[in-house]
């Protein structure tokens, strides 16, 4: 029971891990690159615009798919090496 | 054959289709009715949840605010898919282990207190009525211009289409219609644009059109179309926003309010495991950003488009003569959608943007005015044409608009009548109900709720459009942060839930009252609806967002103050979060 509680626990932690990284790359590429940082970035040029633009309508929308399945795939993985996968 | 015989042909074969599967797809237990079994294939309810979510907003609407709005209008992109994100990872796993029938099951189990799921019924009831009135006038709009049928008329068939498959199917009569509706709205958004895309960039992929060459001058797309707005007194289209943080807020508002919408987390609950709910929140977001990286694209070149066939010579030149313009112009007179009023009486349709900024430009060309009014929602339904497509593209679209309409109507619906069944009959009228008495009460429910909703779609409150922040706000400050910290903290008890929801609710009610009316009531706002009178420059519609800090802080520091929930619930709150069922014992 004590070995299970433990493992859990680490199960919990590492899933609270992955889900700050992906939420950091969802704020960085939406908030940051799409809003906050576009002036920084319009020295980049995509298609007569610059690089915030693309972010703002296309970049980030990419990013998210991506971020949802690596997280799914990463979490389901976890799920099996913890032992605490649906049978 | 006429276009009215050709949108008739796939408008009916489209509902012909709906009620097909209808009759295939009937439920027999509430098991069935409210989760569709739970055996749903996650790539199917990805499907299903893109039809779900896209609604009459998403396909009529978006491109044209966007096509108005230019970068600026980007919030609503980000907005309605960076929702799936949060919901991949922070709600749909763990309510899909969960393991029960409704949002407010959740929210009432895990707060252990009827006080709380009866709020969570009420903030769902608010936030689901409001926006299925939009899906209702949609598709009336759709009606009365594609099928020349009364609004009311067309309202009256919708609602029999709808009412055969979620009375007889429930969430399983919806989720396979659903599917069925997303291919139709789908190929009926990207095939106009994909021909507008190769008309003016050569490109036959849109969102690779939109950042290519426009042809016909050798400039990148965007960059023409900056030049075209400027000479025309408009802000550039890809011009920066100088008040961002209201910018983020907004972008968070439907962010959060996504991932809080009832009926789109319910769809989770029909997968068979924890891992499918992972799974299909990807999926969704796939299908959902094929209409959303194209949407952008319809944007930019339907502005382009329409400003070309205005000014064919440069915007620099002269604009076209009334009697010279073309027949889609003219169709859409017919529905007061466009509007010509020949300001300085030259005949020519001047199309500009009228401000003092530019008014000594517009004086020296001889202009009295912008005289040609647009409104926003025609751009995707003229689309095809104004590209020159033939009839059955045509077709096409009224049949794709109509399944964006009924497909999210019909998710919101079944949210309703399981909250009323399911949370208000059983959880707390008459918890000993037999399945065969729920079911019934179910289809009950679904019915009533069909005959408001047509109602309220015949008669709209005459601001629709303001109560769909309402319910944007309402689900990102009431019922996120509640399922959020019900799966996230083990600290938050009872006390601080309640709190917290209503603390974020009232905030968020208030302040867009505030500023747009009480009760939405015109002329009863207590400040104008303007920038300079906004706290900090937040938008009524930006204030979900803070509605949900406001909730989460009050959540926190009421528990704080208040005792630890009891060990049960605890115990709760450790069995939702790890996949395998027999980790700990849920006390049933």
């Known amino acids: ?87 | 054959m006429s276009q009215f015989a050709i949108n008739l042909i796939f408008v009916g074969a489209s509902f012909a289709l709906y009620i097909g599967i209808a009759i295939w797809a009937r439920a027999g237990s509430t098991k069935e009715f409210y989760v569709a079994g739970g055996g749903v294939n996650p790539i199917t309810n990805g499907m299903a949840t893109a039809a779900d979510w896209m609604s009459a907003a998403s396909f009529i609407s978006m491109a044209g605010l966007i096509a108005a709005g230019g970068y600026a209008y980007s919030s609503f992109l980000m907005g309605w898919t960076g929702g799936y994100v949060l919901l991949a990872m922070l709600l749909a796993p763990y309510l899909r282990k969960f393991g029960k029938f409704t949002v407010p099951d959740f929210i009432g189990d895990r707060f252990y207190s009827t006080g709380a799921r009866l709020v969570a019924v009420a903030c769902l009831i608010i936030a689901s009525v409001t926006y299925v009135i939009g899906q209702m006038t949609g598709a009336g709009v759709a009606f009365s211009r594609f099928l020349e049928v009364e609004n009311d008329t067309g309202l009256m068939i919708a609602a029999v289409v709808v009412f055969m498959y979620a009375v007889m199917g429930g969430m399983k009569g919806i989720t396979y219609t659903q599917v069925a509706q997303y291919v139709v709205l789908i190929i009926a958004y990207t095939i106009p644009a994909v021909f507008i895309s190769l008309q003016l960039t050569g490109n036959p992929i849109p969102p690779l059109g939109l950042f290519s060459t426009h042809t016909e001058s050798g400039m990148p797309l965007l960059q023409k179309l900056d030049e075209v707005v400027r000479e025309l007194g408009f802000q550039d289209y890809t011009a920066d926003v100088s008040n961002k943080l209201n910018m983020v807020l907004f972008t968070l508002s439907l962010m959060i309010g996504t991932a809080g919408l009832p009926h789109v987390i319910i769809r989770f609950f029909t997968v068979p495991k924890v891992a499918d709910a992972r799974w299909s929140a990807g999926w969704a977001l796939v299908f959902i950003a094929l209409l959303y990286l194209t949407a952008p694209a319809v944007a930019s070149m339907a502005r382009l488009n329409l400003l070309t066939t205005i000014y064919p010579a440069g915007p620099t030149a002269e604009a076209i003569h009334y009697d010279e313009r073309p027949d889609w112009i003219r169709t859409w007179e017919n529905t007061g959608l466009i509007r010509f009023n020949d300001k300085n009486g030259d005949g020519r349709i001047q199309l500009y943007n009228d401000v003092p900024a530019f008014q000594e430009t517009a004086e020296a060309r001889g202009w009295a005015g912008n005289e040609l009014t647009v409104n926003n929602d025609i751009l995707v339904l003229a689309n095809p044409e104004i590209a020159n497509l033939p009839g059955w593209v045509i077709g096409l679209i009224a049949a794709g608009g109509l399944a964006a309409a009924l497909s999210t109507a019909a998710g919101l619906l079944l949210a309703i009548s399981s909250a009323v069944s399911h949370d208000l009959i059983k959880g707390s009228i008459n918890p000993n109900i037999s399945d065969k008495g729920e079911l019934l009460a179910a289809r009950i429910s679904m019915g009533v709720a069909i005959v408001v909703a047509t109602w309220l779609g015949m008669n709209p409150p005459g601001f629709a459009a303001q109560v769909v922040a309402l319910a944007f706000g309402i689900a990102a400050a009431s019922i996120f942060p509640a399922l959020m910290m019900g799966i996230f903290s083990k600290r938050v008890n009872s006390k601080g839930a309640i709190a917290g929801m209503l603390a974020g609710l009232i905030s968020t009610v208030v302040y867009i009252f505030l500023y747009l009316g009480w009760f939405f009531i015109p002329g009863t706002a207590t400040f104008a609806n303007v920038e300079a009178n906004w706290l900090f420059g937040i938008s009524p519609l930006s204030f979900g967002a803070v509605g949900a800090m406001i909730n989460f802080a009050v959540a926190f520091a009421v528990s704080a103050m208040t005792e630890e929930p009891p060990q049960e619930i605890q115990d709760l709150v450790e069995s939702v979060r790890f996949p395998r069922g027999a980790g700990v014992a849920t006390g049933h």
């Open chain 1, 1 to 87: 029971m004590v070995e299970h509680k433990k493992n859990a626990a680490a199960y919990w932690k590492a899933n609270l891990k992955l889900i700050w990284i992906s939420l950091a790359i969802w704020a960085l590429v939406s908030y940051g690159f799409g809003i906050l940082l576009r002036p920084l970035l319009s020295g980049i040029p995509v298609g007569g615009t610059d690089l915030g633009f693309w972010f703002a309508q296309q970049g980030s929308i990419l990013t998210f798919i991506g971020l949802i399945f690596f997280y799914a795939w990463r979490m389901n993985k976890l799920d099996k090496e913890f032992g605490l996968d649906e049978e």
